[in-house]
């Protein structure tokens, strides 16, 4: 199988590492994305939107010869329910790592925008229920890696317009929730809630990390997106 991974703000293709190689040796081949403006200067960023996102993962399924799986952490995730959105015909199953998909209109989030663009703002700036996990040694090591994400980008609303989403089976892998803890956050987040609920084929399952399993647990993160591509 074909599996499309699409990483999150601050990240590049090279975030996924740490999960190629099992997903190779259970025989499917991952195509894992930088998306467009990410690193580059506002001078050459600053028209880069989400929707730009969207197109660059609608290129890669376009690009395979058959059905696809999408993966998208955190805000990828955006990214990710976008491009089913586009090609509900072509995508076997969606896998959102530690995020839900978004409602029509929503954007990921606010962010300072520095210099036209949005720095990696630091592993202090998050709560530590997302970052715990990660030791010393692993801040050290990949926050020089974290690169700036055009200024437009987690704020733009996705645009979703076709009700076949819905049929394109879910795996959500949630860091520190179960599914029941997650659907009962979901009954409070209002459209959020609604767009799950509407989904026909949706699953839960708890990683038991922060935010950042490629990084923490990655063994644990392969095992489980093996498991979910079926």
Same mark, same amino acid.
């Not at 955190?74 to 995020?99: E, L, M, Q």
């Not at 704020?155 to 659907?183: K, N």
């Not at 990683?207 to 079926?230: C, F, K, M, N, T």
């Given at each position: 199988?074909?599996?499309?991974?699409?990483?999150?703000?601050?990240?590049?293709?090279?975030?996924?590492?740490?999960?190629?190689?099992?997903?190779?040796?259970?025989?499917?081949?991952?195509?894992?994305?930088?998306?467009?403006?990410? %690193?580059?200067?506002? !001078?050459?960023?600053?028209? &880069?939107?989400? #929707?730009?996102? @969207? /197109?660059? +993962?609608?290129?890669?399924?376009?690009?395979?010869?058959?059905?696809?799986?999408?993966?998208?952490?955190?805000?990828?995730?955006?990214?990710?329910? %976008?491009?089913?959105? !586009?090609?509900?015909?072509? &995508?076997?199953? #969606?896998?959102? @790592? /530690?995020? +839900?998909?978004?409602?029509?209109?929503?954007?990921?989030?606010?962010?300072?925008?520095?210099?036209?663009?949005?720095?990696f703002p630091g592993w202090d700036f998050f709560p530590d229920e997302d970052v715990r996990?990660?030791?010393?040694?692993?801040?050290?090591?990949?926050?020089?890696?974290?690169?700036?994400?055009?200024?437009?980008?987690?704020?733009?609303?996705?645009?979703?317009?076709?009700?076949?989403?819905?049929?394109?089976?879910?795996?959500?892998?949630?860091?520190?929730?179960?599914?029941?803890?997650?659907?009962?956050?979901?009954?409070?987040?209002?459209?959020?809630?609604?767009?799950?609920?509407?989904?026909?084929d949706a699953e839960v399952v708890r990683i038991g990390s922060g935010h950042w399993p490629?990084?923490?647990?990655?063994d644990r993160l392969a095992e489980l997106l093996v498991a979910a591509i079926r």
């Amino acid at each position: 199988m074909d599996i499309i991974l699409v990483p999150g703000l601050w990240l590049d293709a090279s975030s996924w590492d740490p999960v190629l190689g099992p997903l190779r040796a259970a025989g499917h081949a991952p195509h894992p994305l930088t998306m467009p403006g990410v %690193g580059e200067p506002a !001078a050459s960023s600053a028209d &880069v939107g989400i #929707a730009d996102w @969207v /197109d660059a +993962v609608v290129t890669a399924i376009d690009e395979t010869a058959g059905d696809v799986v999408l993966v998208g952490h955190s805000g990828g995730g955006n990214v990710v329910w %976008g491009a089913v959105d !586009a090609r509900p015909d072509r &995508v076997a199953r #969606a896998v959102f @790592v /530690d995020t +839900v998909p978004p409602p029509d209109g929503s954007g990921i989030s606010e962010f300072e925008v520095v210099d036209g663009v949005i720095p990696f703002p630091g592993w202090d700036f998050f709560p530590d229920e997302d970052v715990r996990d990660l030791d010393a040694q692993t801040r050290a090591r990949t926050a020089p890696e974290a690169l700036s994400v055009p200024a437009r980008v987690p704020t733009d609303p996705i645009a979703l317009g076709d009700e076949r989403r819905y049929d394109v089976p879910a795996t959500l892998l949630m860091g520190a929730l179960t599914q029941e803890e997650l659907e009962g956050y979901l009954a409070q987040w209002g459209a959020y809630g609604d767009e799950y609920r509407r989904i026909r084929d949706a699953e839960v399952v708890r990683i038991g990390s922060g935010h950042w399993p490629q990084y923490s647990v990655p063994d644990r993160l392969a095992e489980l997106l093996v498991a979910a591509i079926r």
